[in-house]
């Protein structure tokens, strides 16, 4: 699951460089891009192996103070998004600056605190950590407090946003908005139980086992949420693409006999530039120009082609067939031209699916 989740974390940084690199003054694109790979950067400082590297290098609890860090920068750019996609660009960047200064104090409040306690008090867990020690408190305190306003705050705005949105991104906001809400409630009962232990009280294990779970889930949905309309368009493209790659091999059969009685129609790339001879080779424009030199084929063809719309496809492809090799040796009569193929449907996907029953007969009848 923890593999699970940072890959999905991982694929999500990736995905918003690459569209940061193609777009790099959109102001809110470069806050989520931000606040993303804080997130992917704070998550393996949580795992044991990171925490134990970086204290033996950085001295007990830097691990710690690290990982919050990262994790109230994540929280202020996910803020600075809203701001800069819901106020004018002047006063956008001067909200994030109020915010900025806020996120600084809390920076500098946390770490005065790491840097102050006694030794190894942070090096533990959540549960572990001794809050009676005026520092450790003043740490988880703060910090949570901070997290759980801005969390809340970029919920309300995602809600907002989810609202006027159409889906499949509606969806994916509502799921980020569900899981930056579950956020902040796990971070305002951890704010509740750190006050409780201040005064000593015995905090169940089973709540602080509880919130943890919680708040792993809850990260996990935002995750998901914002990543959601991506990751369904991209399955969508990819169903696409492997279609216009099944359609591509289903036509050969067609094409090659219609690229050999007339080679002239057959799209020439060798007179393109590189970048464009590379942008030919991918898989939808090869569909749709084989499509388009399939049509054209039978267009030319038609006027030898002897056939009635009620032929079956194995007739017409043997007529085909039969055309093709009269044209070849000018032995045929020429007819008048004729659509050869029409749809029963209206569009060109009805037309595509003539030409691919076209091709399956003449597959069969080799």
């Known amino acids: 699951m923890t593999e699970f989740y940072l890959a999905g974390l ?13 777009s790099p003054h959109n102001k809110p694109l470069r806050s989520v891009t931000l606040c993303l790979t804080c997130a992917a950067l704070s998550y393996p400082l949580a795992m044991p192996g990171g ?9 007990h609890g830097a691990a710690k103070l690290m990982q919050n860090l990262l994790l109230l920068a994540a929280v202020y750019f996910l803020m600075c998004f809203y701001l800069y996609s819901v106020a004018d660009g002047q006063e956008g960047r001067r909200r994030a600056r109020r915010e900025g200064i806020l996120v600084v104090l809390v ?7 790491a840097t102050t306690v006694p030794h190894q008090v942070l090096a533990g867990s959540f549960a572990t950590t001794d809050m009676t020690v005026p520092q450790a408190a003043v740490f988880y305190l703060v910090a949570g407090t901070y997290l759980m306003y801005a969390l809340t705050s970029a ?19 509502w799921i980020a908005a569900t899981g930056m809400f579950a956020m902040a409630l796990a971070f305002a009962v951890r704010a509740v139980m ?3 232990r201040v005064q000593s009280h015995e905090v169940p294990k089973a709540l602080v086992s509880a919130m943890a779970l919680l708040l792993a889930v809850a990260t996990a949905l935002f995750v998901f ?10 399955a969508a ?16 059969p067609l094409w090659v006999i219609m690229a050999e009685a ?15 001879r590379w942008r030919a080779r991918g898989v939808h424009r090869r569909y749709h120009r084989r499509v388009v030199e399939c049509r054209d084929g039978l267009v030319q063809i038609s006027a030898h082609l002897d056939h009635q719309p009620s032929d079956t496809p194995e007739l017409l492809a043997s007529r085909l067939r039969a055309a093709v090799q009269a044209r070849r040796t000018a032995a045929a009569k020429p007819l008048p031209a004729r659509p050869v193929g029409i749809p029963r449907q209206h569009g060109r996907e009805a037309d595509v699916q003539e030409l691919l029953t076209l091709a399956d007969a003449l597959r069969v009848s080799r």
């Open 10 to 22: 991982t694929a999500a940084v990736v995905w918003k460089l690459c569209q940061l690199a193609r």
């Open 51 to 59: 925490s134990s590297g970086l204290g033996a290098v950085a001295g």
């Open 107 to 113: 920076a500098a409040t946390i770490t005065v605190a």
């Open 155 to 173: 919920a309300i705005w995602t809600r907002r946003f989810a609202r006027t949105s159409l889906k499949p991104h509606s969806t994916g906001l």
């Open 194 to 196: 750190v006050a409780a």
């Open 225 to 234: 949420g914002i990543t959601y309309p991506a990751a369904r368009a991209r």
């Open 237 to 252: 493209g990819t169903r696409l693409w492997s279609q216009h790659r099944r359609a591509h091999r289903r036509l050969e």
């Open 262 to 276: 007339f080679p002239h129609s057959v799209l020439p790339t060798a007179s393109l530039s590189r970048r464009a």
